[in-house]
């Protein structure tokens, strides 16, 4: 698929769930997709440094799986995906397959911190965007499965300080890592450790 199709397609379907949020009041039937402009930077992030061994925990209906999918399979690249939700996980295969990204990722339904504890990695990024209060025990299963060089990424830094601070506090015990959180979308945490020690 032509990138200009992949970007229409992803331009209609973050407006999709805005309409869907905007008329949701439950809070699991939301969907609460990344900002455009948060999921464009990751995009060029991922892109540019080519990193082929993704973990994205938090699917909903896989409008940021498609940018992660659409950087990496540039390099031949692979995201795994996980959602505590099937209805969800289901929209986002269907949206996968619409945009001829689907072959490049593995979604996995249930709980992350346990199917975390189950993947052997390695990973290269990682991208937390679900449930913030578990991202520490998720954090610490992932550390002995990363590259030397990888990024670890997490989304809603500025929109939501108490939740992700617990996950911040994480980051910050880990040796060799810069930290920054930029003011993108809901901001971004960005830690990265290279693998020139």
């Known amino acids: 698929m032509r990138d200009a199709d992949i970007r229409a397609f992803l331009t209609e379907l973050y407006e999709t769930g805005q309409q869907n949020d905007a008329q949701e009041q439950e809070r699991s039937k939301k969907m609460l997709n990344l900002e455009p402009e948060t999921a464009q930077f990751l995009n060029i992030l991922i892109r540019s440094s080519r990193r082929t061994r993704l973990l994205e925990i938090g699917t909903s209906?896989?409008?940021?799986t498609i940018w992660l999918a659409w950087a990496a399979s540039l390099r031949g690249g692979r995201v795994i995906s996980i959602d505590l939700d099937a209805n969800k996980q289901a929209m986002a295969e269907a949206n996968l397959r619409r945009v001829e990204l689907r072959k490049g990722v593995d979604l996995r339904c249930g709980d992350a911190t346990e199917i975390v504890a189950g993947l052997p990695g390695p990973f290269d990024c990682v991208?937390?965007?679900?449930?913030?209060?578990?991202?520490?025990?998720?954090?610490?299963?992932?550390?002995?499965?990363l590259l030397p060089d990888v990024f670890l990424l997490a989304d809603n830094a500025l929109s939501h300080p108490t939740e992700?601070?617990?996950?911040l506090r994480a980051l910050e015990g880990l040796p060799g890592f810069?930290?920054?959180?930029?003011?993108?979308?809901?901001?971004?945490s960005m830690a990265y450790r290279s693998d020139e020690g």
């Open 164 to 167: 992700i601070a617990a996950y």
């Open 127 to 145: 991208f937390f965007d679900a449930d913030r209060y578990s991202a520490p025990a998720q954090l610490s299963l992932l550390v002995p499965k």
């Open 178 to 188: 810069d930290r920054v959180i930029l003011p993108v979308g809901k901001g971004l």
């Open 61 to 64: 209906n896989g409008y940021s």
